[in-house]
């Protein structure tokens, strides 16, 4: 079985500060990791992934996470944060499977709320 | 293209009562999941369709929870009857197809208060 854990609950920075969200997987097989970003009262949306390749990826508004396996971590991060960056943020693993595929099924960590004050 | 779309938004009910809830997912998407996201927790997988076939319904607490896809479209999760801990917010997710990493597209759930 997988399981997620995202180390802080909450995060309070002030607006143009950087920014870490931690997460940590245990997995016996190999998996596929992901951020998911959810704003008040909508739905989650996918704000990164990763497959294979460069352990280093980025999103369309300047978030990056880094994959590193041998810590079997993959810590969300920005370097200057703003106010609509504000939401909770949710880590989570899909078991990878032969030919690149997974099950698709999502085992997310528990969130952490990002508040960003002016 | 149109997102997932889930309703009720909201539904407030009395322990020992059914409820249900429906979702459409986005055109063409074969697979579609159902969690359960209870305050201050990530969501929790409950039951994942492909088609209309159920392929992990491994969390479902089917003494009381029950779902179906019988057209390989639209699908109904159904509590009957309702406890005080069903209370969370019920999403629906889906994707074109679990063997092709296709991302996960998330309905905004539908918030269930049991009282």
């Known amino acids: 079985a997988q399981s997620v854990t995202q180390l802080d609950s909450q995060v309070p920075v002030f607006e143009e500060a950087p920014v870490e969200l931690r997460c940590n997987y245990s997995?016996?097989?190999?998996?596929?990791l992901f951020w998911y970003v959810q704003y008040p009262n909508q739905g989650l949306q996918l704000l990164l992934k990763?497959?294979?390749?460069?352990?280093l990826v980025e999103s369309i508004n300047g978030f990056e996470a880094e994959f590193n396996k041998s810590q079997t971590s993959f810590h969300l991060r920005k370097p200057s944060v703003h106010i609509s960056d504000t939401a909770e943020y949710f880590c989570?693993?899909?078991?990878?499977?032969?030919?690149?595929?997974?099950?698709?099924?999502?085992?997310f960590g528990q969130g952490t709320i990002l508040t960003v004050h002016p | 293209e149109a997102g997932v779309a889930q309703s009720p938004r909201y539904k407030i009910i009395e322990k020992r009562q059914s409820v249900a809830f429906w979702c459409n997912p986005i055109?063409?998407?074969?697979?579609l999941y159902w969690y359960q996201q209870i305050l201050g927790q990530g969501p929790k997988l409950l039951i994942q369709?492909?088609?209309?076939?159920?392929?992990?319904d491994s969390q479902l607490p089917k003494d009381r929870f029950s779902a179906e896809r019988l057209k390989g479209v639209d699908s109904t999760l159904k509590i009957q009857p309702a406890k005080l801990e069903d209370s969370a917010v019920y999403l629906c997710?889906?994707?074109?197809?679990?063997?092709?990493?296709?991302?996960?597209?998330f309905g905004n759930g539908t918030r269930l208060t049991v009282t």
């Open positions: 989570a693993v899909s078991v990878a499977i032969a030919g690149g595929t997974s099950y698709g099924k999502l085992t």
């Open positions: 990763y497959l294979s390749g460069s352990t």
């Open positions: 055109s063409g998407h074969a697979t």
């Open positions: 997710a889906s994707s074109l197809d679990p063997g092709s990493n296709s991302p996960l597209h």
């Open positions: 369709f492909q088609n209309n076939g159920v392929v992990d």
């Open positions: 997995s016996s097989v190999s998996v596929y």
